[in-house]
């Protein structure tokens, strides 16, 4: 028996091969063990490099593609305008979400010193008047920033299983190292390896039964086999609904939803803004390309599913965020709820959706890693004067707007648009996927978002309220800092800029997004 | 050929092991299952013509991964007790309802298929180690990269966690034993169990020259599991005459 030689299109891949090259290359500094002021330059520098690069070149890819897409694999990994897009935005939060990793309060970073050490033992003790640090948080980043990349262009059952691996396994680490309340950070890790690993068990069981029914793992073939195959396809259907489990597991949509307020709120909030922005962006985009290629033909049969989730996770995302005392843990249910808002523009199984869906992940990306930008820099001050955790409860916040105006109306900018007020991206994105919803007759599932979305209004408008008019109580007034750092004040200022320009001028993107509502199967 | 009566024997011999998962006590009952349940797979691969498969069924699962995880239980796990207590209420009725709907749904859409018989002879031609070897390493090549990036994500992880570099400059053995002599301890190796006993099994205590069982002389383990024994039944010297 001969070999053949498979056939690969490289050149579509390059933006993903940047970002793996440069994850590589960071392991082999770590291993090499230079000193750690040497160290953490170099693997910041090498991680924002790569992803500004890979940004870049993926826009170049698109502004040269000819016609709509490439297959890089033929029927297995395909790059088209929609891949392009959803990868440009990864790279884009990935950059933002490094420059977040990289900025140090205090001289402290927010990642434990050394990580192997128990939390609050001798060694780590010795580890942080050493002033180690954990670089390896670089590379591991970039692993998972390059999956997410590859992740919007598999069109393949079994790779989008390994990608999900190759996604996933570094975010259980990095939610591991946070420098603060340790604990706590190490069981939201482990809590979300746990879910995360039975979740990845369940889409494989609907990916065995999706193979068992269509003899194939290639979205295309699949397509085809549910036509082709009577008799077969309540195979195929069973296998969907168990791999959609998967798929909405990793965007946090109810009810699979319960790691999300956990492991936002335990890992370090860098890492938190990185998971809230890429990972969702990446969740959705595969979310599309599985239900919009390979089973749109059971859209009759699944679209009760995904209502009925769509709906449940809207509302447990925005009553449960309603009473939460945590800003972290504020962010995370009102995360969860615009994953809701985002199915019911999936939902409709319209061409409109896609770049809907585009549009809204990108003002909720923006915003969400701003805001958690803004958390990152409210500090407790510590008995001594030095600069502790996070200020995360509520009512530390009270009177932000006098201890540090910008940083507050950045905040109540991103608060904004995330509840969607005009002039904000975060309005045009709602109006988008709602009206895409509507023309395809869902017009029930949008009347419970337009509620939803009123009432989360409540919540956000809440701690907009206690940054600006309430006063500074007088016991907190030496008790909360607000750092001013450079990265983070950077991210700020950027997100903020784009989520205003995006409510304002939303047309330019708007075009693009349009223009990359085309998958190629 | 057979095919049929092997997997009607098989299948039950799996489904029992698979059950110590939910029933058994022990960590270690649950593995020895799972042991079953592994080789059992590797049956159904050899006889479906998947030998490569079977093999390295029961090289990388039974042989490795089950027993790493043998070693890490008696490592760690022999002085912890799972906790059985459940922080919310009726979690086992709830999961039990939802499984079995799933079970439900499952049995009956697979009952209600009716699967071709595709013909696959001429599969394994060449050999079925080759032909796994031609479709990994080229219809699904990259697949393979991806998954060595996955392994250095992995094993990179691995390290962060648990990798403590040492604290302190080496010290050699004979400083070592000239700082226990400053600080009085014991000079010597601890006795081994049963030296001076009159059995010499591993829960019975060393006796030192005055008679006295020695406790150091019993591994942690047998401590923690309550395994161990005080000694005064093996003393040198019986009860007995002690007392007199």
Known sequence: MTFESPIIEWAPLAPVLIVFAAAVLGIVIETADPKVWIRRRLQVALALVATLAAAATAALQWSVLDGDGTRVVVDRIICDRHSLIWMVMIAVFAALAILLFSSRVGGDDAFAPLAAAAPGSEEEREASEKGLAQTEVFPLALFSVGGMMLFTMVSDTLILFIVLELISLPLYVLVALSRRRRLLSQEAALKYFLMGAFASAVYLFGAALIYGGAFSTSFTIIDTAIVQYHGREALVLVGTVLALVGLLFKLGAVPFHAWTPDAYQGAPTPVTAFMAAATKAAAVAALIRFLYLAVHRFEWEIAPVLWTIAIATMLVGTVAAIVQTDIKRMLAYSSIAHGGFVLVAVTSFEREALSAAVFYMLAYGLATLGAFAVVGQVREVTKDGSLGAEATRLGQWAGLGRR?????????????????????????????????????????????????????????????????????????????????????????????????????????????????????? | MGEQEL???????????????????????????????????????????????????????????????????????????????????????????????????????????????????????????????????????????????VLISAAVSAIVLTHLPRSGDRRSQAERAEERVRARLNPVNKPMPGVYARRNALDVPAIDPEGKPVPASISRVLKARKQDKDGSEWRAIGKDEAAE
């Not at chain 2, 394994?124 to 697949?143: R, T």
């Open chain 1, 404 to 521: 540090s105006p910008w940083m507050a109306t950045a905040m109540a900018v991103f608060l904004l648009s995330f509840a969607g007020i005009p002039l904000t991206a975060g309005f045009i994105g709602k109006y988008v996927a709602f009206k895409a919803a509507f023309d395809s007759g869902g017009w029930p599932l949008v009347v419970v978002a337009v509620l939803a979305a009123v009432v989360a209004v409540f919540f956000y408008v809440r701690v907009i309220v206690l940054m600006f008019l309430t006063p500074v109580p007088e016991d907190l007034k030496d008790a909360v800092e607000v750092t001013e750092s450079t990265g983070p004040s950077l991210v700020v200022g950027i997100t903020a800029l784009a989520t205003v320009l995006l409510g304002v001028v939303p047309s330019v993107v708007l075009d693009l997004a349009s223009n990359a509502a085309i998958l190629v199967p």
């Open chain 2, 7 to 149: 997997f009607w024997v098989m299948s039950p011999v799996i489904v029992l092991a698979s059950l110590t998962l939910l029933f058994a006590r022990k960590a270690v009952y649950v593995l020895a299952g799972m042991i079953v349940v592994m080789i059992g797979l590797a049956v159904f691969y050899v006889t479906l013509e998947a030998p490569f498969l079977g093999m390295i069924q029961v090289i990388v699962y039974t042989g490795a991964i089950m027993m790493l995880i043998l070693f890490v239980l008696m490592l760690v796990g022999v002085d912890q007790k799972e906790s059985l207590r459940e922080t919310i209420r009726g979690q086992r009725w709830i999961a039990l309802a939802a499984a079995t709907g799933l079970v439900v749904l499952i049995v009956t859409t697979v009952y209600r298929i009716e699967l071709p018989i595709r013909d696959i002879g001429g599969m394994n031609d060449g050999g079925n180690p080759q032909v796994i070897a031609n479709a990994l390493f080229g219809e699904w090549v990259l697949v393979m990269e991806i998954l060595g990036l």
